[in-house]
């Protein structure tokens, strides 16, 4: 099986993998499972005819979460079928959880973009896109768990900045999701015990260190491939290496390991102010 070549630690080794990001994605496509896995969103979205049949359907629904980087919900089926069923409005679920995966996941299947079933070859193809893209993430965070985030975070900052949301909300949806807070944590060097401030705080805090870092307030500013890089480049700077191995965990792991036990408190807070 292909394993990721990833040379050089840091933002080398993040440039190197993206010289040649196309000839490893398609050598990890060759993966049996990940065939496998393509094979089935091809074959069985078809056949699903609605929320409760993706739920219920344990392969099918586990293929599909890992399009969307969610494969760590897969037994959140109760939340997961309510996020089908409301929707990607302004005030379903999956914007009041701020979780961008939930609510691209939402908007997928929204009737308004075709629902259930599947069957449109375009739809069919960019699920499978999606499939493909992340489980070439999945492959390179068994190597390079910085460079997996850094993957995540290019993508998911170019889907935040593609939507109309007010900065309050988008540093709402980065605080939300736990790659895109734990770049962020470790590249503005926010101290480990904001994690326990209210979610406005801690939202005005990320803020002022972005402003201090960009010389710009607003999040848009990422959108410039200068500023981004800036962000990368201090994310892999700060962020220990080998640190599975040693024990040291970056500024946001931290915080949310310390914080696990109140994660339905902040998630309430964040369901409260989205709202």
């Known amino acids: 099986m292909f394993t990721p070549i990833i040379p050089f630690d840091g933002l080398a080794g993040y440039r190197y993998l993206q010289r040649t990001i196309v000839d490893q994605k398609t050598a990890t496509l060759e993966n049996p499972q990940i065939r496998r896995d393509l094979e089935l969103l091809k074959t069985q979205m078809p056949q699903i005819g609605s929320a409760a049949d993706l739920i219920g359907d344990r392969e099918a629904l586990a293929s599909v979460l890992t399009a969307f980087g969610m494969g760590d919900r897969l037994d959140q089926r109760a939340l997961l079928r309510q996020v089908l069923e409301q929707g990607p409005g302004e005030d379903a679920l999956a914007r009041?959880?701020?979780?961008?995966?939930?609510?691209?996941f939402a908007?997928?299947?929204?009737?308004?973009?075709?629902?259930?079933?599947?069957?449109?070859?375009?739809?069919?193809?960019?699920?499978?896109?999606?499939?493909?893209?992340?489980?070439?993430?999945?492959?390179?965070?068994?190597?390079?768990?910085?460079?997996?985030l850094a993957l995540q975070f290019d993508a998911d900052v170019a889907a935040l900045l593609e939507t109309d949301s007010s900065e309050r909300t988008l540093w709402f949806r980065i605080l939300g999701s736990v790659s895109l807070r734990d770049v962020f944590a470790t590249a503005l060097n926010v101290p480990v015990a904001v994690g326990a401030l209210e979610i406005d705080r801690q939202a005005?805090?990320?803020?002022?260190?972005?402003?201090k870092f960009a010389g710009d307030a607003s999040l848009r500013s990422l959108a410039d491939p200068a500023?981004?890089?800036?962000?990368?480049?201090?994310?892999?700077?700060?962020?220990?290496?080998?640190?599975?191995?040693?024990?040291?965990?970056?500024?946001?792991?931290?915080?949310?390991?310390?914080?696990?036990?109140?994660?339905?408190?902040?998630q309430s807070l964040l369901l409260s102010r989205l709202g």
Do not use: C, H, K, W
């Not at 892999?236 to 080998?242: A, N």
């Open 96 to 104: 009041r959880i701020g979780d961008p995966r939930l609510i691209a």
């Open 107 to 148: 908007q997928f299947f929204a009737d308004s973009n075709g629902g259930f079933p599947v069957v449109e070859p375009e739809r069919l193809a960019r699920l499978a896109d999606q499939y493909a893209e992340a489980a070439f993430v999945e492959s390179v965070a068994e190597v390079s768990p910085q460079q997996s």
């Open 204 to 211: 005005d805090i990320f803020a002022a260190q972005f402003q």
């Open 227 to 266: 500023v981004s890089e800036r962000m990368l480049s201090r994310f892999f700077l700060l962020s220990p290496q080998g640190q599975s191995s040693s024990g040291v965990t970056s500024p946001a792991l931290q915080i949310l390991q310390a914080g696990q036990a109140s994660q339905s408190v902040a």
